[in-house]
C-alpha cells in the first residue's frame, strides 16, 4: 500500500474573527502550509505541540480516543482551525472549521500518527 500525502493550510479560526472586526492585521493571522500523511481511516486531524503552538491553538476539551492498537489515551482537544486542502481541482481549495488532537509526544511536525 503506498503512502498519500496532501497539502493543506490549518488556519486560526479566532485570528479571522479577531480580523473580521478589525481588532487586529489580516497579515498577523497565523497559518501554516503543511504537506501531511493521509489517514483515510481517521475521523480528527493530530498535530504535535509545535504546530500548536505556531498557531496559538487554545485548548478546548479533552477526549478518550482508542488507538490502532486498541488502547485507550485521553488527548486534549484544541481549536478551533480552518483546514484548506489543496486539490488541484476547480475550486482550487475545499474548507471546513474542525478541531484538532493535540499529540504532546510526537516531536517532528510529521510524526503525528502512531
Not at 485548548?59 to 480552518?82: R, S, T
Amino acid at each position: 500500500m503506498r503512502k498519500i500525502y496532501a497539502t493543506i493550510r490549518l488556519i486560526n479560526t479566532r485570528d479571522v474573527v479577531l480580523a473580521d472586526a478589525k481588532a487586529m492585521d489580516r497579515a498577523d493571522i497565523r497559518s501554516l502550509e503543511l504537506s501531511i500523511l493521509v489517514d483515510s481511516g481517521a475521523y480528527h486531524l493530530a498535530i504535535n505541540e509545535t504546530i500548536k503552538e505556531q498557531l496559538g491553538l487554545p485548548i478546548i476539551d479533552e477526549q478518550v480516543f482508542e488507538l490502532a492498537n486498541g488502547q485507550q489515551e485521553k488527548y486534549p482537544i484544541m481549536g478551533p482551525l480552518i483546514s484548506n486542502l489543496k486539490t488541484g481541482l476547480q475550486p482550487p481549495e475545499r474548507s471546513c472549521c474542525l478541531e484538532t488532537i493535540n499529540l504532546y509526544w510526537a516531536k517532528s511536525p510529521w510524526r503525528i500518527w502512531m
